[in-house]
């Protein structure tokens, strides 16, 4: 019988088959972070309207187009995260972490929310992992970053992954060349998609993102910011590429780079999986010198990146097998039921997976059941408090003394 009601439009609800998958990823993520010293963080799902204005950046598609903003009952203009980078830098300075020793490593998962059109790969709340590294300008601190993102991605096993990497400068060195790029622009205005043609002065760098062939063919003779580095910067790049290549990960020099953030200086980069079609970026993230700044702290140096959850999860393409049962405590007789019930009580407590019967089935349709949900053995209470232990690979059953059925299904060790 289906309901009137559906999840809203570019949601979606996370079933069980997927709600593994996803608990084991989410689970080596935290991993990988806990090992480098990256601390679990969590910020609301809304904030401020205005710190994503100044934060993501006026000119960005996000804050143009896709944020869901509200008023609350106190008429404060509120937006459902689009992004977790400004808000970590929200409350870093809120609470004061500028003080502490630096650099302070944080790491999250959660929904975000973006107004975008739905397809495959692109939601309207979807779910990041990511981590923030800031107080660092290292370029230790760049190449720890990508190492993690590479080591999860490698440890999940996703198939395909290639690494971007470009460099945007600082943003004193930035001025120089947009002007430069600006003036190539408007040398081909005719040839631009008219997207890109408004927005030559507000956000050139977009225009190496257009799909349009026109544009394109302006930006494959475009002055690119990597050839332009220079001093510290492209020192600071330079060290990024040979920590990198010592560690052995592979990955492309992409001039063309960029990305739909405003906050990013210096380093940049992208983890693309080409199977995944027009939704190929699993995860990226960059340096971010300006920012903190920008939320009117202190000049705070930092870089971080984020991974889109659902991306990683179409990459890997199988849902997780479940896991199946390592008892399923059946009764002969319902007088049982309280001494199942604290049976598998006893053996979730000793570590077990162990289900007990909910449905009020007979003996074999609580055989059949345990059989579906994969338990391995099936303790069977009969009315006379005797038990039976039934290996449901075997089909063998034998007795087993009452008072020891912990320690037969824990291996004796209990
Ligand atoms: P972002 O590139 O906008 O960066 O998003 C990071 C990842 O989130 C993307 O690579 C993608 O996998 C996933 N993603 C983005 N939008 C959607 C969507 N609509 N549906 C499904 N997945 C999506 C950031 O958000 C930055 N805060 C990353 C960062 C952290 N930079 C520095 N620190």
Known sequence: MASKYQAPRGTFDVLPEQGRARARLEAAAREVFARAGYEPVATPAFEDTDLFVRGVGRSTDIVRKEMFTFEDKGGRSLTLRPEGTAPICRAYLEHGMHKLAQPVKLAYVGPFFRHERPQA?????????????????????????????????????????????????????RRGYLEELKAHLHAHEGELAREVRERIDVNPLRAFDSDDEGTRAVMASAPTIVERLEGEDAAHFAEVRELLDAAGIAYEIDPALVRGLDYYTRTIFSFVCEELGAQSEVGGGGRYDGLIEQLGGPATPAVGWAAGIERILLALGEAEEPAGRDAFVAIADEGQRRRAMALATELRRAGLSAEVDLAGRGLKGQLKHADRIGARRVVILEADGSAQLRDM?????RPVESGNLVEEMTGGES
Do not use: N
Request: net charge negative.
């Open 121 to 173: 790969g692109r939601y309207r709340q979807f779910h990041q992992l990511g981590l923030e590294c800031i107080g660092a300008d290292s370029p230790l601190a760049d190449a720890e970053a990508i190492m993690l993102l590479s080591d999860l991605l490698g440890e999940l096993g996703v198939p395909g992954v290639e690494l971007r990497l470009g460099s945007l400068g600082s943003l004193e060195a």
């Open 393 to 397: 690979g075997s089909g063998e059953q």
